[in-house]
């Protein structure tokens, strides 16, 4: 006998795109911490609406979930709608700001379009110059 923590039964993985598509009346997951919630049938019950948890369907409520401030009791009912996790090669997809390349690890997610933008050529410039200054010393 193991005495892992789901000794009797495997976690189940969920891809994103399978997750995505559970957004519906009939069916609606979301995703609180990699793991996977069905709260279709609390929709109806939960405190805070039905609609704050249908605009987070098939998608990553975690932010949300932990900006209400969620109180222990509600986590624990939390648990008790869990039927999986995203797919270990799918979670860097949930962490990641929606910005691609130098903005990523920075977390700007409004101010750094434009000065990333603007860093390629100020860069060009800047060594376009040195080269310049260097050739007309000689
Ligand atoms: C399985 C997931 C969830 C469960 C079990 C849950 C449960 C609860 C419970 C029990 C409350 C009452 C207050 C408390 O005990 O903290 C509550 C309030 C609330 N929840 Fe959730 N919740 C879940 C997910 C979410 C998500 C994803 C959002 C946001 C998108 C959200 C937004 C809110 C809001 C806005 C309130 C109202 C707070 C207030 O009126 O003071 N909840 N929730």
Redesign the pocket.
Known sequence: MGEEKKSSEAVKYYRLAEIEKQNSFKSTW?I?HNKV?D?TK?LEE????EE??R??AGGN?TE??ED????T??RE??SS?VIGEVHPEDRHKLSQPEVMGLCAPLTVRLSCSWWSNMLVPALVAVIVTVIYNMYSSE
């Open positions: 979301i609180i919630y709260v609390f939960h405190p805070g609406g704050v948890l605009e987070q409520a949300s979930f209400v401030g969620h109180s009791d509600a009912m939390a709608m």
